[in-house]
Nanobody, 126 residues
Framework: QVHLVESGGGLVQAGGSLRLSCTASGRTFSGYAMGWFRQAPGKEREFVAG????????YYLDSAKDRFSISRDNAKNTVYLQMNSLKPEDTAVYYCAAGSSSFWPRISWTGEYDYWGQGTQVSVSS
């Protein structure tokens, strides 16, 4: 079992930045691929970014590719999502997840993840 806790969400103006963190406890964190997903009201949960178990490969939603950066620190059991140049359309609840698929496209599929955090709200005002 892996328990995931996100933090770092909040309200920010368009153009601003936030850094989300997700800390894991339980089974070996370094053995899992990690993903960030988001869900806006009335919309399906979508993949935002993913990182392989050793941090060697990263993947992004097209609209996030030049603005967001995913990283992990296996010594701290933590994965990060640095979000810059935020836009109102980035407003959503952001979830981190742990799964077994480190490569595209499976890393982007919600069904490939075994554990999910409770989510953190990100709101971007115009």
């Amino acid at each position: 079992q892996v328990h995931l806790v996100e933090s770092g969400g909040g309200l920010v103006q368009a153009g601003g930045s936030l850094r989300l963190s997700c800390t894991a406890s339980g089974r070996t964190f370094s053995g899992y691929a990690m993903g960030w997903f988001r869900q806006a009201p009335g919309k399906e949960r979508e993949f935002v970014a993913g990182i392989g178990w050793n941090g060697g490969n990263t993947y992004y939603l097209d609209s996030a590719k030049d603005r967001f950066s995913i990283s992990r620190d296996n010594a701290k059991n933590t994965v990060y999502l640095q979000m810059n140049s935020l836009k109102p359309e980035d407003t959503a609840v952001y979830y981190c997840a742990a799964g077994s698929s480190s490569f595209w496209p499976r890393i982007s599929w919600t069904g490939e993840y075994d554990y999910w955090g409770q989510g953190t709200q990100v709101s971007v005002s115009s």
